[in-house]
């Protein structure tokens, strides 16, 4: 899987738009980026995945540059509650012809502090 | 909204015991995860489990460590003789297929090895 490259740490005020970067500019062309976030200890929660077009959920938007190479996670509104660790993740789909069976790799992520 | 249980939320064994964690994926999932976090260090993955059989581990996953999917429901950890170093927060995670990969997390239960 394709190595990921975050800031450690981010600020953002409440209700403010929050955009957390995110290099990966080995990946291939077989590799969604996914983003997930950890709430203090608390399981990872998924947020949103995207191969090379924009997403966009009830929760978060992900710019993908056109050369793949970088990604922006937005959350348009950020609250409180989206204090968390923030961790992007570039992985295959699928069992990669049988040798990956969905294993996520975690990196140390973004620390988002969303203040009041 | 469905959601992955673990229990129990906070176990407490003394070095050499064996200890059984338990987790309740969602119902129709067919994919099983066990991840851990030490305390202050990144989320690590174990083992993943499909069809009644293992199909990925980790280095961390030793001998020590197993897993069983006992019954429809259950998916268990087991850590044969635990060590001081298998404190920490173990995660458990499905998915309902691979192609997106989109697992959800159980709250996790928090291990001590006194």
């Known amino acids: 899987d394709a190595k990921t490259t975050q800031p450690t740490s981010m600020d953002c005020a409440e209700g403010r738009a929050a955009n957390l970067p995110c290099n990966h500019s080995?990946?291939?062309?077989?590799?969604?980026v996914y983003w997930y976030r950890q709430i203090h200890s608390q399981g990872p929660q998924y947020i949103i995945h995207?191969?090379?077009n924009n997403e966009t959920n009830e929760m978060a938007s992900l710019i993908i540059t056109e050369d793949r190479k970088s990604s922006t996670l937005i959350l348009p509104h950020a609250t409180l509650r989206d204090t968390a660790v923030y961790y992007c993740?570039?992985?295959?789909?699928?069992?990669?012809?049988?040798?990956?069976?969905?294993?996520?790799?975690f990196g140390q992520g973004t620390i988002l502090t969303v203040h009041p | 909204e469905p959601e992955v249980t673990q229990t129990p939320s906070h176990q407490v064994t003394q070095m050499g015991q064996e200890v059984i964690l338990r987790c309740v994926p969602i119902s129709n999932h067919l994919y099983f995860y066990w991840y851990r976090q030490i305390l202050g260090q990144k989320v690590e993955f174990l083992v993943s489990f499909y069809n009644n059989e293992i199909s990925e581990k980790s280095e961390i996953f030793d001998d020590q460590f197993s897993v069983e999917r006992p019954d429809g429901s259950n998916f268990t950890l087991k850590i044969r003789s635990t060590k001081l170093e298998d404190s920490a927060m173990y995660f458990c995670?499905?998915?309902?297929?691979?192609?997106?990969?989109?697992?959800?997390f159980g709250p996790g239960t928090r291990l001590t090895v006194l």
């Open positions: 993740i570039v992985r295959v789909a699928g069992d990669a012809g049988g040798t990956s069976y969905g294993k996520l790799t």
């Open positions: 080995t990946i291939s062309g077989n590799e969604y």
């Open positions: 995207g191969l090379k």
């Open positions: 995670a499905s998915s309902q297929t691979l192609s997106y990969n989109e697992q959800f």
